[in-house]
Nanobody
């Protein structure tokens, strides 16, 4: 079992930045590929970013490329999502996810999910 807890969400003006954190507990964090997803009201949960177990591979949704970065610190059992140049359309609940493979994260097939953290971007 892996427990995931997101933090760092909040209210920010358009153009601003936020850094989300996802702290993992339970089994070996480095064994998991990690990802971030988001869900706006009335919409499906969409892929945002993913990072492989080694950290050598990353992937981003087209809508966030060049603005968001994902990183991991295995010593702290934490994955981060740095969000810059935020737009009102980035407003959503952001979820952290863990899976055994990078592909599973990309396919939204993660075994473990956090409870989410709200990000609101005002115009």
């Amino acid at each position: 079992q892996v427990q995931l807890v997101e933090s760092g969400g909040g209210l920010v003006q358009a153009g601003g930045s936020l850094r989300l954190s996802c702290a993992a507990s339970g089994r070996t964090f480095s064994s998991y590929a990690m990802g971030w997803f988001r869900q706006a009201p009335g919409k499906e949960r969409d892929f945002v970013a993913a990072i492989s177990r080694s950290g050598s591979s990353t992937s981003f949704a087209d809508s966030v490329k060049g603005r968001f970065t994902i990183s991991r610190d295995d010593a702290k059992n934490t994955v981060y999502l740095q969000m810059n140049s935020l737009k009102p359309e980035d407003t959503a609940v952001y979820y952290c996810a863990a899976a055994n493979t990078f592909l599973a994260v990309l396919r939204k097939g993660s075994e473990y999910w956090g409870q989410g953290t709200q990000v609101t971007v005002s115009s």
